[in-house]
């Protein structure tokens, strides 16, 4: 592990070894289920009244509109649906192009079903028009649901905007903060979105746990019903993940003051170096307003499959937003929606820091990236496609 070079936060992150430290008690001796009454139990449940105020500190919540869940993904199918459970009469949703598969494999199901769903476009930069929000929602729109962060190029939606608009037009709003989370600062207390999402991995905590934000003004249903979680997500809470995931949000609260800045130079550094030293290198999306932490780009000459598998021979791990070698699927529905073409999306990657990135993998990284597009674009047939190196 001392060799790998971790470039991939936004995929998953290591889990922090204080969030560890936290989490192992209740593997071990504190397996109590919180709904017990005996003492075991109550630790437990206490357990989770701490975590609970620990993610809502993070996000300027109250501890009581924290619902912990399995993940991100469960969160945004629930907020999305409960939107639509409250209010059968109106069947139509208003999302983005750009948006994760959480939202996009839902919509897409939902529109089977009769639903209509408006698909807001992006332009070059990943940006979104809210004045094309605004003339979408109608007295049919049951609920926006829109990213904070993009997962893929880091661009940050103009949440303030969107939810001023979603509020004078008395529509819900869902927006997915998987990624922002943690990375820039985040108030839910002000903003008045009704549902946001949160993800613990993306935290430097386990997979497997997150959780919605539910404004405690907010009309809901439950996806999952049972009596845990006030009735709002039924099934046994994972008490030890809830602990980590509480962890993890007190450490990223902490982290946020200097954190962000210092990412976002490492980030700097690393992209002006590569546009600056390698020909044919483009940043894909604006460069503000972004997450401090993510760069995509777009090497042309080159197939990002192919420079993945090279890459991870010298121990550089980082995302490709596409798989394009096979010809039969798809390339990064984000970069498409901007634009991009169909080769430039199949020679792009992204690149995501964290905090636990250092100066000396930044150097290291801006060794092995040129020597590897040299490689590749060496071996590219004259006339022909990029040439893929089996790992």
């Known amino acids: 592990m001392s060799d790998l070079l971790y470039l991939d936060h936004n995929a998953t992150t290591p889990i922090d070894p204080l969030v560890c430290d936290a989490m192992l008690p209740w593997l071990r001796n504190e397996f109590g289920n919180p709904s017990s009454i005996y003492g075991l139990g109550r630790r437990a449940a206490a357990a989770l ?22 993940c991100g993904t469960e969160a945004t199918n629930t907020a999305i649906l409960s939107a639509l459970a409250i209010d059968p009469d109106k069947r139509h949703v208003i999302t983005s192009t750009v948006e994760h598969s959480a939202t996009i494999k839902l919509c897409e199901y939902l529109a089977t079903r009769g639903y209509e769903i408006t698909w807001l476009p992006v332009d070059a930069q990943g940006k979104l028009d809210v004045t094309k929000l605004e003339a979408a929602i109608t007295s049919e729109t049951a609920v926006v649901s829109l990213l904070w962060a993009n997962n893929e190029t880091g661009i940050l939606f103009p949440v303030e905007e969107i939810a001023a608009i979603t509020k004078r037009k008395k529509v819900p709003l869902h927006l997915d903060a998987v990624q922002a989370a943690g ?209």
């Open 183 to 391: 990375k820039v600062p985040i108030n839910l207390e002000t903003l008045g979105a009704q549902y946001v999402s949160l993800s613990a991995h993306k935290l430097y905590a386990p997979k497997g746990i997150g959780a919605l934000y539910l404004n405690r003004k907010a009309r809901y249903t439950p996806l999952l019903r049972g009596s845990q979680e006030e009735t709002r997500r039924g099934g046994t809470q994972n008490v030890a993940s809830i602990v980590a995931f509480g962890k993890a949000a007190e450490l990223a609260t902490a982290a946020l003051l200097t954190a962000p800045e210092h990412i976002a130079a490492l980030r700097d550094r690393f992209e002006q170096t590569l546009l600056s030293t390698i020909q044919g290198v483009r940043r894909n999306g604006a460069a503000e307003p972004r997450l401090p932490n993510t760069s995509n780009l777009t090497f042309s000459g080159i197939e990002a499959e192919s420079a993945l598998l090279l890459f991870d021979q010298e121990g550089l791990c980082c995302s490709a937003g596409s798989a394009c070698s096979s010809g039969s699927i798809n390339p990064s529905h984000v970069l498409t929606a901007m634009g991009v073409t169909r080769d430039e999306a199949c020679a792009s990657l992204r690149f995501s820091f964290g905090r636990t990135t250092t100066e000396e993998e930044i150097d290291r990284a801006l060794e092995i990236i040129p020597r590897v597009v040299a490689k590749l674009r060496s071996a590219q047939p004259v006339g022909g496609s990029p040439v893929q190196f089996a790992a």
């Open 49 to 70: 009244t701490k975590a609970r105020e620990q993610v809502a500190t993070l996000v300027g919540a109250q501890p009581s509109e924290i619902i912990f869940n399995s």
